[in-house]
């Protein structure tokens, strides 16, 4: 009787070993950390009419976002380079216009900055390409990776009339990009301000956003001017994507855009303006503010398998 006994406990306790090593196993499938990557995106202040200045003020910008963030990805916003003026092409930071070859000293600034962070930094700026004849300038953001190499390029596709009228050419393509990023693929795309804008649609046209999400774009990281917050946000619902919106602030009450980060519930993660909390100023006052480069705010984004 004893005998039996003890082979009952023996086989009770193997069972419960066996039972337990099962629960080890399921616990260590489910328990894995998520896969995330942070970005960040900021809202500039312009300085009209120089773009050295801009280009310190934004370096610096870069710089504090870095340190205090550590992001894989930061955004800037639209036409931070002294605005939209195409013409002249130089390779001067003292040109009043914001056209520059990729070789210009804007593109070699940034690309020092991706590297010295190690982070992709996607930029707007308006730029032609190399070997395109006739020559035509478009409203461009790019991507540059942590190696200091662009990596992706999208042209503004709805270009209102006034940047036309300066001499901005319409842009056709809507690519996706894969980020290498913490030995992750991530597929990113990018548009530019008025591309979010419902009326910059024919009817039944398809929009950028979702275009990109049809291509698989899992982030879309939006450069802008405009204010198109409720735009992004009903994309970021509809198609099922992140929206990273870095907008422009110039203490003025006349429609320059807030930034935000949505995720694809159409939760927004962060809203904020370089205004936020202060009072309006004039453009005068705004031209000569000194040591404020504008703001910023970032947030972590689990990448799905």
Do not use: W
Request: aromatic share 8%.
């Amino acid at each position: 009787m004893m005998y039996k006994m003890r082979i009952v406990l023996l086989l009770s306790v193997f069972a419960l070993i066996c039972t337990g090593m099962i629960f080890a196993c399921g616990d260590n499938q489910t328990s894995s950390p998520e896969k995330t990557i942070r970005v960040a995106t900021t809202c500039v202040k312009l300085r009209l009419g120089s773009k050295s200045t801009n280009l310190t003020a934004i370096s610096d910008l870069i710089d504090k976002t870095a340190k205090a963030s550590q992001p894989d990805i930061i955004v800037l916003s639209e036409s931070v380079f002294t605005r939209m003026n195409p013409e002249p092409v130089s390779n001067s930071t003292s040109d009043t216009g914001n056209a520059e070859e990729l070789s210009g000293p804007v593109v070699e600034a940034l690309k020092k900055k991706a590297i010295e962070h190690g982070c992709y930094l996607a930029f707007n700026l308006n730029a032609p390409y190399e070997n395109e004849s006739p020559r035509r300038f478009y409203n461009s953001n790019f991507i540059i990776s942590p190696e200091g190499k662009i990596v992706g390029r999208y042209d503004k596709n709805k270009v209102p009339p006034a940047e036309i009228e300066m001499g901005l050419s319409i842009g056709s393509g809507r690519p996706v990009f894969d980020l290498t990023i913490k030995g992750m693929k991530v597929k990113v795309g990018m548009a530019i301000c008025y591309d979010l804008a419902y009326d910059a649609y024919a009817l039944g046209e398809e929009r950028v956003a979702n275009t990109l999400a049809k291509n698989g774009a899992f982030i879309v990281l939006v450069s802008t001017i405009g204010d198109f917050t409720s735009e992004a946000l009903q994309d970021a619902k509809g198609y099922g994507i992140y929206m990273v919106v870095a907008g422009q602030d110039k203490y003025r009450d006349d429609g320059y855009g807030a930034s935000a980060i949505i995720d694809p519930k159409g939760q927004i993660l962060k809203q904020f303006t370089d205004r936020t909390g202060l009072p309006n100023q004039s453009f005068e006052q705004m031209l000569y503010r000194k040591g404020e480069d504008g703001s910023f705010a970032y947030a972590d984004i689990v990448i799905a398998d």
